[in-house]
């Protein structure tokens, strides 16, 4: 084969490309000594057998849910619950299907609006794509269905849903994490890993925040422990909205904290940079501002509380 009086040209060009975008991405490089994800063994897949496959994202989903829905029993079971066990065990079908349906919808509308062009896409959900915004709405949504289905107190059913919905954050964002995915922006900090496939072939990979971690650490544990001390130590759970009003603004305003260390999403880019922030981000604004809302509000709506299982009444 002949070789080309441009082939040197060429192969300068290629080197000065990579070495641009390199110099472009803050940390490119200048990842040695930070621990690498690909040695720390994960993979999506728990196990396969078959066709079947169970992933860790999937696994995470059912725990959240049975967790909670074992954390909500514990509540239930203090004087004053808005609702009995048998409840509790309709409920989790109707948060489940709110979980699902919103999770998908909101993902379309909020992060991929062009799947609207091709709905099937839509149904693939083993393809991934979730919104927790969205899963918010739908669950609400199913738990107010729920409640007038009942005869029960809407309100007070989303201030103990409420405290348990941190399991579910928590285990999703670990497995967000095992796969590898949702990683953070460029950092030095000596816990910063180096993720693969987040920039260009043939740039270096940088070690990056993993800021699914950090998600984890406060949507998930800090969290149910801000509900658990308002819920257990305090008459939070006698003051209709209080509770669900607290996970909102907690939510929201950690949520809205760690995307400043998190890339936005590729096609949300453009956006963000022409914004000033990430849609996570905006999202969370009006979940902020209602749960504020509802916890200023709260103590007007203090009631004598009868219980549905328990034996004393609650002033």
Not at 237 to 245: A, D, S, T
């Amino acid at each position: 084969m002949l070789s080309s009086p441009y082939a040197g040209a060429i192969e300068k060009g290629k080197a000065l490309i990579l070495s641009a975008l390199a110099a472009a991405i803050p940390g490119a490089g200048a990842a040695t000594g930070h621990v690498r994800f690909a040695d720390l063994g994960l993979h999506p897949d728990v196990f396969s057998i078959g066709v079947f496959t169970l992933r860790w994202y999937s696994l995470a989903y059912i725990a959240g849910i049975v967790v909670g829905w074992w954390y909500l029993l514990k509540l239930l079971a203090q004087p004053g619950a808005p609702m009995a066990r048998r409840h509790a065990d309709d409920l989790v079908f109707y948060a489940t299907l709110g979980i699902i349906l919103g999770g998908r919808i909101g993902y379309v509308l909020f992060y991929a609006p062009e799947m609207l062009t091709r709905p099937l896409s839509i149904l693939r959900l083993w393809d991934g794509g979730m919104s927790f915004h969205g899963g918010v709405i739908g669950t609400s949504l199913g738990l107010i269905w729920f409640a007038r289905k009942n005869g029960l107190n809407w309100l007070r059913v989303h201030d103990y849903v409420a405290c348990a919905v941190p399991f579910g954050l928590f285990f999703g964002r670990l497995a967000n994490f095992v796969n590898g995915e949702l990683w953070g922006k460029p950092a030095s900090v000596p816990w910063a890993i180096v993720f693969e496939r987040t920039v260009p072939y043939g740039v270096p990979e940088p070690a990056r925040h993993p800021s699914q971690l950090y998600e984890a650490g406060l949507e998930g544990i800090a969290l149910f422990l801000l509900l658990w001390f308002f819920f257990w130590r305090t008459d939070a759970r006698y003051q209709p909205g209080k509770l669900v009003g607290l996970f909102l603004a907690g939510y929201g305003l950690a949520r809205f904290t760690v995307e400043f260390f998190r890339e936005p999403d590729a096609q949300l880019r453009a956006f963000a940079e022409h914004t000033g922030l990430h849609m996570g981000q905006w999202l969370c604004v009006p979940m902020i501002l209602a749960g504020l809302a509802l916890i200023v509000t709260a103590p007007r709506r203090r009631q004598r509380v009868e219980p549905t299982v328990g034996l004393d009444s609650v002033a």
